[in-house]
């Protein structure tokens, strides 16, 4: 009777283990959720997500009075419109099965198949759903950034067709190269942590292509053209510097060692380029702005960017010091060349990412990312001929994509507003509203 019993009780015993098992693999994959990094991971969603209310304030200080809502809503209609895209196509596109090295396949769709289970091949210890809008907001935000090139001249309705189109032709596919598995950039090695190519090479470039096409202000260079709130910029940046630790120690994917080192490597980087950028300028112009110490701490956030995650906080450092002489340098060049990029972001985007992703090449090492590779200091050259070639590739794309649909839709739909508009201001032409009733 006694042997009967504690037979049915180890039966018991191994039912329970069993159904634990199957419950835990069922959650977790082929690993389990970490609540720890789930945590971190929707806070990172969250401070990312600010940045582009962050931006609109950054950019909407920067432009005349006439013309701060209309920046404005470049910035929050790109939130709207690119988490549709996101979640209808766009995270497939991005990060869905791969097709060949180029783009992801569409089964992930609506999100289909995208649930609280994790995805081993991305983010082994958090839900599916929360990688996947963590990558949403970095798809929000990337082509607000080009709208600082076309500020102040730009049909409302017409960046509403090109940013849905940018997305899907150049930002989907080239997150798939350098992100997705199987993409080719990927299977090369590129290093890029957190979005140098991804973001700020697509966008920089791109905006550059717009400052060029669009053509100039009317007035530029011969009219002054301050920024009419330079203390909602200051707001702004502030608000884009909190958010980047979202942006790049969120890239870890995790809440522990790496993402530490990240947020480390991300202000260091920022505080050495504001700090460049002020004594540069200092020495330059004769002396220091707030304009120049808030552009450089956005120069060094945004060269940091790709190589947050794989170097130490002492490189981080030397990055931030070449972040705040190359974008200051850039910015001095348009005045040179002639080309109006309104509010810098080429120069500081195009230039920053740039800078950074090669930068990666020459200081990485595996010390910090084991998953990473050693740069050029670390014995390894082939790494920083890497990050060179994608670099030039991904801005050779970029700029002739968007090439191609300011052409487009030029034809189509017209890109700039008229001139009797661009004197009222776009305010009230494109929104028939004021920022202000003085």
Request: one cysteine or more; a positive charge; proline letters at 4%.
């Amino acid at each position: 009777m006694r042997s009967g019993r504690r037979k049915l009780k180890l039966l018991t015993v191994l039912i329970t283990v069993f159904a634990m098992a199957k419950t835990s693999l069922a959650a977790g994959g082929p690993g389990r959720i970490d609540s720890g990094d789930t945590a971190w991971m929707l806070i990172s969603t969250a401070l990312v997500m600010l940045m582009p209310p962050g931006l609109a304030l950054f950019y909407g200080g920067m432009v005349r009075r006439k013309n701060v809502l209309s920046t404005l809503m470049h910035s929050f209609t790109a939130i709207a419109l690119i988490s549709v895209q996101w979640i209808l196509f766009g995270y497939s596109l991005s990060f869905g099965p791969d097709i060949r090295g180029v783009i992801g396949g569409l089964q992930w769709a609506g999100l289909n198949g995208v649930g609280l289970s994790p995805n081993p091949n991305y983010a082994p210890t958090v839900h599916h759903l929360a990688f996947m809008i963590y990558q949403m907001m970095f798809a929000v935000i990337t082509p607000a950034l080009i709208s600082g090139a076309f500020a102040e001249r730009m049909k409302f309705s017409t960046y509403l067709v090109f940013i849905l189109l940018w997305s899907t032709l150049v930002y989907d596919p080239v997150a798939h190269w350098v992100w997705g598995m199987g993409g080719w950039l990927r299977e090369m090695g590129i290093l890029d942590f957190a979005g140098g190519v991804v973001v700020h090479a697509t966008s920089g470039f791109s905006a550059l292509a717009a400052a060029l096409y669009i053509g100039k202000r009317k007035g530029f260079l011969h009219e002054p053209m301050p920024p009419h709130n330079l203390p909602m910029t200051v707001i702004g940046a502030g608000l884009l510097w909190f958010g980047w630790f979202g942006f790049n120690a969120g890239s870890a994917l995790s809440s522990g060692r790496l993402s530490t080192e990240a947020f480390v490597t991300t202000h260091a980087a920022a505080v050495a380029a504001t700090l460049t950028w002020v004594f540069i300028e200092w020495r330059h112009r004769g002396k220091p702005t707030m304009f120049g110490a808030i552009t450089g701490s956005i120069a060094g956030l945004a060269t940091i960017t790709p190589a947050a995650g794989y170097v130490t906080p002492l490189s981080a450092l030397a990055i931030g010091v070449l972040a705040g002489a190359a974008c200051y340098t850039a910015l001095n060049m348009k005045a040179i060349f002639g080309y109006d990029d309104a509010l810098d972001a080429f120069g500081v985007h195009g230039v920053g990412g740039s800078v950074g992703t090669i930068c990666a090449g020459i200081f990485a090492t595996v010390a910090v990312n084991s998953a990473g590779a050693n740069g050029l200091l670390n014995g390894n050259p082939r790494q920083l001929l890497l990050q060179g070639a994608a670099v030039l590739f991904v801005a050779a794309y970029s700029f002739i994509a968007s090439m191609v649909l300011f052409k487009f839709l030029d034809k189509l739909l017209g890109l700039r507003v008229g001139d009797k508009h661009e004197d009222s201001g776009l305010d009230l032409s494109e929104h028939g509203e004021q920022g202000y009733y003085l």
